[in-house]
């Protein structure tokens, strides 16, 4: 994988202005750190944590461009110069015509699942994301996972794990009929697949299949960038375009599009709904006042709005994207060369650890991925994130968990904010547990809340 970065070695297109001193703890410390946190990473403080990779949400880095923007913000209630300016670099990168801001990506989702979801609605898509379905399911929509089997199997090295399966989707036409189908909802890349890419070939083949029934396709591009730049080094075709011009090939195939503003964007906060159909638009702007703010600021700070405009170009740059992609692919190889089993092929925004050959000895109900977070933490401070069945949530119906075949913890990198040393302590402590890992025990939980439980619940070591 990572046909362009395996040759030649890479330097961060960046150096380093500013630092934030990190926390170096004992073990004893973090010993009580884990428990009071019963768990569950999410409720550790950040000042316990010597190396972050919980998430790549609003962790990034900004630039000295952005920081100079910040002072640039214009705080009106209304009609901030900034908003435009990132309504104009929406519309330049992406292609959409209409933007509604909103404070981050679930904002987004929230609206756009009021305005086109009705109760007994099916929403097909490329695996389901925690929030994203939350918000379908709030809607009184159904999510039915229509992405390629390939997905569901970690040691498959299929290039675009992505991928939408076109005959699962035509299934799913027949079997509730494209009346019930509002839209699909197309993410890129799959975070909860590993940050696996969509190909450029799928995303136009299922427009096509699409089109015929009146289905439209919205697309949460949170990481789209990422996306792009595995479509340039794997897709037949693709290597002599732009970076741009495969991002604006392939939300020309969507009617639509949320964002979480905190991944590719390279800001600490902010999210949007990106718009071509004028009643959506017309609708969704109308709604954002009542949830989130007035339709020029949606929760957001006009220094915000102006960091997220520079942060779109940034984004889509060659270099930042090869260092980018490049580090998580140097974290993923180090481990897995020591024969730690992890998601292949390695994806955009961090290194999946499959958790159920990691630890063979636990069911899926001792939380085996949940404890190895806890692990990971303990061995060296280092904080991941459960992506399994812990994550997945409960059948609203039937009350039973769900059983996601992947078992995963994630290991997400920050954008610009950390170097390969850090990533070679990450990959120490991660092989330290590996070589106790016959010893380790599963979990019971404890606390279990009753909606995006992975956040907030506690647990108890077996
Ligand atoms: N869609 C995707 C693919 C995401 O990864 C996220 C957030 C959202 C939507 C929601 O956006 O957080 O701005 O409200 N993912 C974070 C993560 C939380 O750690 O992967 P948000």
């Not at 379908?136 to 159904?142: D, R």
């Not at 060369?337 to 159920?356: D, Q, S, T």
């Not at 994630?410 to 950390?418: D, G, I, N």
Request: aromatic share 8%; net charge negative.
């Amino acid at each position: 994988m990572a046909e362009g970065i395996r040759r030649r070695s890479w330097a961060e297109p960046w150096k380093v202005k500013v630092v934030e001193p990190v926390r170096v703890t004992t073990r004893a410390e973090r010993e009580s750190a884990l428990e009071e946190a019963g768990w569950n990473t999410f409720l550790l403080r950040s000042r316990d944590v010597t190396i972050d990779l919980l998430t790549d949400s609003g962790t990034s880095a900004m630039s000295a461009q952005q920081w100079a923007a910040m002072m640039l913000g214009d705080e009106a209630y209304a009609g901030s110069a900034n908003f435009y300016h990132m309504e104009e670099a929406i519309q330049t990168v992406y292609g959409y015509p209409h933007v509604v801001p909103t404070h981050q990506g679930r904002a987004a989702e929230h609206i756009i699942s009021k305005v086109l979801i009705s109760p007994g609605d099916v929403i097909p898509g490329n695996m389901y994301f925690t929030t994203t379905r939350m918000h379908q399911e709030l809607a009184g929509g159904t999510f039915v996972d229509v992405i390629i089997d390939e997905a569901h199997d970690p040691d498959s090295e299929h290039p675009f794990k992505g991928n939408v399966d076109l005959d699962k989707m035509r299934a799913v036409i027949r079997e509730h009929g494209a009346k019930r189908i509002p839209y699909v909802s197309l993410a890129a890349t799959v975070n909860m697949a590993g940050g696996q890419p969509v190909s450029l070939g799928n995303i136009s083949a299922l427009h096509e299949l699409c089109r015929g029934h009146g289905i439209p396709i919205y697309l949460d591009k949170t990481r789209i960038a990422e996306n792009a730049w595995f479509i340039k080094l794997r897709e037949p075709g693709c290597a002599d375009k732009s970076i741009r011009e495969i991002i604006l090939e392939m939300c020309s195939h969507t009617e639509g599009a949320w964002m979480s503003a905190k991944k590719d964007h390279l800001v600490n906060i902010g999210g949007y709904l990106a718009l071509r159909d004028e009643r959506v638009f017309e609708e969704a702007r109308n709604l954002v006042v009542v949830y989130e703010g007035l339709h020029t600021y949606g929760g957001m700070t006009g220094r915000d709005m102006e960091a997220l405009a520079r942060g779109i170009y940034e984004s889509v740059d060659h270099d930042h994207l090869h260092s980018r992609v490049g580090q998580v692919v140097y974290l993923g190889e180090k481990v897995a060369r020591e024969g730690v089993p992890i998601v292949k092929p390695i994806g955009g925004h961090a290194v999946f650890l499959n958790a159920r050959k990691f630890l063979p000895h636990l069911p899926q109900d001792a939380f085996p991925a949940q404890r190895l977070t806890g692990e990971i933490y303990l061995e060296g401070g280092v904080r991941t994130m459960e992506r399994g069945i812990v994550s997945a949530g409960r059948d609203m119906r039937t009350g039973e968990h769900n059983r996601p075949a992947l078992e995963l913890v994630r290991v997400a990198l920050p954008r610009r904010v950390y170097t390969q040393a850090h990533m070679d302590v990450t990959a120490e402590t991660v092989l330290e547990a590996w070589d106790r890992r016959d010893a380790i025990k599963g979990l019971e939980m404890v606390y279990e809340p009753k909606y995006l439980r992975f956040f907030q619940a506690r647990f108890r070591p077996l």
